[in-house]
């Protein structure tokens, strides 16, 4: 049923044991794959490449909550500000990523970039929080929202059973990964389709809100920049909310190898997508303020269902399912980015090796999604996600943050490298440290969880001793590692 993944090039003897010595193999030998070997092909094209990010990047939050933005700012001029600054800075990351894209012409994201440019070591710590707490975690958190607002409909005069959520939570979650292992071109073709949904969705709201601005409701606009003053420590914390809320740019990066004619797709697919999403968003916002004030979207459980319900009367209870369309595509297309990464850290030595295998009929890198099924339903049903997303959501963004700063130092430590799309220096500074400044932020801010989110991420460190280095281990320890 499977077959080893092929490696074009290996960059001494030891990768195709799966011993990874600290350089990835180069990206531009252009030797083709051994006869006979089964690869992941091209099937992303522009469009999908499209849908990836905006289906990846549009999740719940911009349905149910963006008052976290609005809280810590103080008021709704400066909310909006923030949203569009955010949008601005998410495109210098993605401009950067699109770089690293054309020029690293290999799978696995943040991983594979951490590895050209620093190392095994710090691309092996990346990998491992994302398997083990970072992907399930997340995966669980945006799938409880699926499953939540899927059950609205047959809920709206009661409570809806946590355990009904949960077991349609698990469905859902199993529904992606199946289709995941089945077919590319059907997890992309659906991803079309869901993201499409999604911006139907934000049009649905966008539309009666200009229909409320052209009739004069500007009442919530007027001083807009007058409330409560933001502090110096709410004013980051907004900057941080926003971010999360643009986050996923970079999964067209975990990719690479399955896009069609990269060094064109790449750069355009993330300047389109980005261009969309902020307009989405801060027109979104926009609207959300014609129709409810500053102090009702704080009180609000779900900012989209109340402007629905306020402006559509019936046509509301469409809402809820646009939202879980929405989840749904943010599952789909994070399961399909991410277990590209696995797939490549296997293929490099830093998984078990099944994870590199792809299956022969379907052409997808099946071990790589499934392994994150038993992972996610022991978060799902016994995990704190929240209490882990708080306190790792600061690794991602020392990663990307290392990323960023890994493309200034390959500028100087590798200036013949092919550069078919080249970004100013300067968005790679501003946006690594942007990055970094939120990292010391968190770690001032709260530093409990904080620590403990770092002190998980450095068990990567024996872990890269323990598996990948220590050469003298037990033969069925070897063995379970597929080595």
């Known amino acids: 049923m499977f077959r080893k993944a092929a490696v074009t090039t290996v960059s001494n003897g030891n990768y195709l044991q799966g011993q990874a010595n600290g350089r990835l193999p180069?990206?531009?030998?252009?030797?083709?794959?051994r006869e006979g070997k089964v690869v992941l092909k091209k099937k992303v094209t522009l469009l999908r490449g499209i849908s990836i990010i905006?289906?990846?990047?549009i999740g719940a939050g911009i349905f149910i909550?963006?008052?976290?933005?609005?809280?810590?700012?103080?008021?709704?001029?400066?909310s909006l500000t923030v949203w569009t600054v955010c949008g601005i800075l998410s495109l210098f990351g993605a401009l950067c990523y699109a770089e690293l894209g054309t020029c690293i012409k290999k799978s696995?994201?943040?991983?594979?970039y951490i590895l050209e440019a620093f190392g095994p070591l710090p691309a092996f710590v990346r990998v491992w929080v994302e398997l083990l707490i970072i992907r399930p975690a997340a995966t669980a958190v945006i799938s409880l929202a699926f499953g939540r607002y899927i059950l609205e409909p047959f809920f709206m005069q009661c409570e809806i059973p946590e355990l009904a959520i949960k077991l349609v939570t698990a469905v859902g979650i199993t529904l992606v990964m199946v289709l995941n292992s089945t077919s590319v071109s059907w997890s992309a073709r659906i991803q079309i389709f869901l993201t499409f949904c999604k911006l139907v969705a934000i049009l649905i709201i966008i539309i009666?809100?200009?229909?409320q601005l052209i009739k004069g409701e500007t009442q919530h606009f007027k001083n807009a920049f007058a409330g409560n003053d933001a502090s110096v420590m709410g004013l980051p914390l907004a900057f941080y909310s926003g971010m999360y809320a643009y986050s996923g740019?970079?999964?067209l990066n975990f990719v690479t190898e399955?896009?069609?004619?990269?060094?064109?797709?790449?750069?355009?697919?993330?300047?389109?997508?980005?261009?969309?999403?902020t307009v989405g968003y801060v027109l979104t916002n926009v609207a959300y303020f014609t129709t409810i004030s500053a102090g009702e979207l704080l009180l609000s459980k779900a900012v989209a269902v109340t402007f629905a319900e306020r402006l559509m009367g019936s046509f509301s209870l469409a809402v809820p399912v646009f939202v879980a369309l929405s989840c749904f595509g943010s599952m789909n297309g994070g399961i399909f980015a991410v277990s590209r990464m696995f797939f490549v850290a296997s293929r490099e030595g830093h998984l078990p090796e099944i994870l590199s295998m792809i299956h022969v009929r379907k052409h997808t890198p099946l071990p790589a999604v499934i392994v994150l099924h038993p992972l996610t339903m022991i978060m799902l049903f016994n995990g704190d996600l929240y209490s882990?997303?708080?306190?790792?959501?600061?690794a991602r963004w020392l990663f990307i943050g290392l990323v960023v700063a890994g493309l200034i130092y390959l500028r100087y430590k590798r200036p013949d490298m092919p550069r078919p799309f080249k970004v100013p220096l300067f968005i790679p500074a501003l946006f690594s440290f942007t990055c970094l400044f939120m990292v010391a932020l968190s770690l001032y801010s709260d530093p409990v969880n904080t620590g403990i989110g770092f002190a998980i991420t450095l068990t990567g460190v024996p872990a890269y001793y323990l598996f990948i280095v220590w050469d003298k281990k037990p033969k069925w320890f070897r063995k379970l590692l597929g080595k």
Do not use: Q
């Open 65 to 78: 909550s963006p008052k976290g933005i609005l809280k810590n700012t103080g008021s709704v001029g400066m």
């Open 249 to 251: 740019w970079f999964y």
């Open 388 to 394: 882990l997303l708080n306190f790792l959501s600061f």
């Open 108 to 112: 696995g994201g943040h991983y594979t």
């Open 258 to 277: 399955e896009v069609e004619n990269p060094e064109k797709n790449i750069p355009l697919a993330i300047c389109i997508s980005m261009i969309i999403v």
């Open 26 to 33: 180069s990206m531009d030998s252009g030797r083709p794959a």
């Open 208 to 211: 009666p809100g200009v229909i």
């Open 54 to 57: 905006i289906g990846t990047i």
